[in-house]
């Protein structure tokens, strides 16, 4: 018998309602108690001994990381199989400004949306599961978990994000950092500079290379630096110097030439100085692929809101993500849902301020509403879940996302992610 998706709605609808309080009073707990990546431990004992008061049977630590956790619901209709739908919680802090990036929103958003499900009552079939993933602010917490397992047999994932507007199909820039240190020789900068090497001016070099590419690198290219040693002493030829580049494009092939640009300006700075250069990349986030299957329900239901749900400009500007990094293995969603105006962007105080706000709460609930509506939408009508893998198939086939096996093999070529002390 098919599922009665309207009293089914109606359930949840109430379900949500009654939930405000409580999802509420967690945002609020998250965003008064900030935590940096992987230090989450209040956040993710809170979210995770709610969910397990709600139903959901949870496995802390999920994927070796302390802060982490998977909380499982099986709709248990009749044993019949069906989709496992992941809502992902981030609910890290910044340094610095504490919840400037709304992450508290984020939390309760998705812990609502599991509880609702689970509150409503109505057996469905298929799982929903709450993931509870640290560090999105450095770390890479989800590309940790997925390169552990956590998301096997996960069918759909997706998340929400506080911004300024409302959106779904937004993407983001795939990125990877450097770390370039130039030794040189350290020498008397006045009564003896011909017998030292100087690192700084390498590192200036690498800068002045750099920016001579400017011109020829694509509208997305975002390639930026701080020098982060510059010498001890302005009487000492600097032996040492170091700088850091974060290096982004909207897609992995484009990121890749950006950053041989960025090797062959240093590579110039050490022939220009003598020099030696030392280069380290870490990891970064992938770029982001919404699904849009996935996406289209999920606007739906958030214009059901009452929001308006923007489409993305073409040359809208993004930062990066490791929701892009699942949305480079499975159908995934990183939407968007508006906190605050145009001028108040995310990671300033302002934004802190805007993420325990009546806008930030309504964000809770209306985002909590929004994903267990569009996950109930999945288990009604399975052919969604199927359509949505479809689409990504298609993208594989284009080389628009790298699959799950690529992508491991990828981030083999990396340093590993700083994993929590
Ligand atoms: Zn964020």
Known sequence: MAIDREAWDVRIRAAVEELTPQLLASSHDIHANPELAFREHRACARLADELEAGGFTVERGAGGLPTAF?????????????????????????????????HNVIATSALGAGLALAKAGVPFPGTVMVVGTPAEEGGGGKILLAEAGVFEGVDVAYMLHPSQTNMVKRGSLANSRVEIVFHGRAAHAAGAPDLGINALEAIIQTFVGVNARRLHMRDDARV????????????????????????????????????????????????????????????????????????????????????????????????????????????????????APRSVPNHTADFTAAAASPAGNQAVVDGALAMAQTAADMFADPSLVERAKAEFQERLARGEVAGYDAWIEAGQAYTPAPRPA
């Open 70 to 102: 998977k909380a499982t619901f099986h709709g248990d209709r009749g044993g019949q199989p069906g989709p496992t739908i992941a809502i992902l919680a981030e609910y890290d802090a910044l340094p610095g400004i504490g919840h400037g990036c709304g």
């Open 224 to 339: 930026h630096g701080i020098i982060t040693d510059g010498g001890k002493a302005v009487n000492i030829i600097p032996d040492r110097a170091a700088a850091r580049f974060s290096v982004r494009a909207r897609d992995r092939a484009y990121q890749r030439r950006l950053m041989e640009m960025v090797h062959q300006a240093a590579e110039a700075g050490a022939l220009a100085t003598g020099a030696r250069l030392e280069w380290t990349e870490t990891r970064g986030y992938s770029n982001m692929i919404a699904n849009a299957v996935v996406a289209d329900v999920f606007a739906k239901h958030l214009s059901a809101t009452g929001r308006q749900v923007d489409e993305p400009r073409p040359n809208q500007r993004m930062g990066s993500t490791d929701m892009g990094d699942i949305s480079q293995i499975m159908p995934a969603v990183h939407a968007y849902l508006g906190i």
